[in-house]
């Protein structure tokens, strides 16, 4: 429909503004929707908490407590990290982010996870998890091959599983509670299998209510590294009375990502030698 001679005068009195305008109502309904619909992000590009503001917002920081132990998380995002102005900060552990899928390994994850340990913290690695492009046994064994194994050196923590909404799709990758279950238990014992260690899960609460109906069964044998940027860790999935670890807010200093390990630093030290 053309623009209206009156309307036209107005627009043009407007200047460049004026002009944006004009173009925009001369685009057809389906150009507009295009030009304001959200970008996918490239595969790989995941990492740990990256949808948690967005579903269960921000409230708050956490006091501190001597209790618990200051650590990070990093991945591509944050490339070559200044471990040494971290370590300087307080912070004493650490993990870097592996592979995501069967498909990407993160081209910065020696310098992150060899930096980190160098300096004195210690230090483990996740994967991002996408269990709609290939098996949890599959991503298991491509995440231990690519940075993700363990050793009982004291200073090497297991490996994570981060599994939370899909920046790719659909917040469940398209599984049913049941078959996201399974998926995890998948993974779960394939990295046991190749480790001898039981893995860490990385989720929020309110995804793992979503996606996995609230499952308890991991509880007694798998840490929980629970995501929510407030002032308390608040509800906890099903099973877990404790968290190990607390991702409380992606916008910390040095690094945005920041977590706390629920004791002392020889209980990290603890986790580590398993």
């Known amino acids: 429909m053309p623009v209206h001679s009156s309307r036209l005068t107005r627009i043009r009195a407007l200047g460049t503004t004026g002009a944006v305008l004009l173009a ?57 990290v200044a471990w040494n102005t971290l370590w300087n900060s307080g912070v004493r552990w650490a993990y870097a982010k592996a592979t995501e899928g069967t498909y990407y390994s993160n081209p910065y994850h020696s310098q992150q996870y060899d930096g980190s340990y160098d300096v004195g913290m210690i230090r483990g690695a996740y994967h991002f998890g996408t269990p709609d492009t290939a098996s949890g046994a599959a991503q298991a064994d491509y995440f231990v091959n690519r940075g993700g194994g363990w050793t009982a050196d004291g200073r090497t923590l297991p490996g994570v599983l981060d599994i ?32 001898g260690r039981n893995a860490v899960i990385y989720t929020a609460t309110s995804w793992w209510k979503q996606c996995t109906g609230n499952y308890s069964g991991f509880a007694a044998t798998t840490p929980l590294w629970i995501a929510r940027y407030a002032s308390t860790a608040g509800e906890l999935p099903a099973g877990w009375s404790t968290y190990t670890m607390w991702q409380y807010t992606s916008t910390g200093p040095t690094v945005g990502d920041h977590d706390r390990f629920n004791g002392t630093l020889d209980r990290v030290r603890a986790l580590a030698l398993g």
């Not at 908490?49 to 006091?63: E, I, R, S, W, Y």
């Not at 469940?172 to 399974?182: D, P, Q, R, T």
């Open 24 to 80: 925009v109502l001369s685009l057809p309904p389906a150009a507009v929707a295009a030009e304001s619909a959200p970008t996918t992000p490239p595969r790989g590009s995941a990492h740990m908490g990256m949808g948690v503001a967005g579903h269960d917002g921000q409230d708050g920081l956490p006091t501190a407590r001597s209790t618990q132990t200051e650590g990070v998380d990093v991945s591509s995002h944050q490339g070559n």
């Open 164 to 195: 939370e909404w899909n920046p790719y799709g659909d917040a469940c990758y398209g599984k049913s509670a049941s078959g996201m279950v399974s998926w995890i238990r998948d993974f779960l014992d394939q990295y046991k299998a190749r480790t």
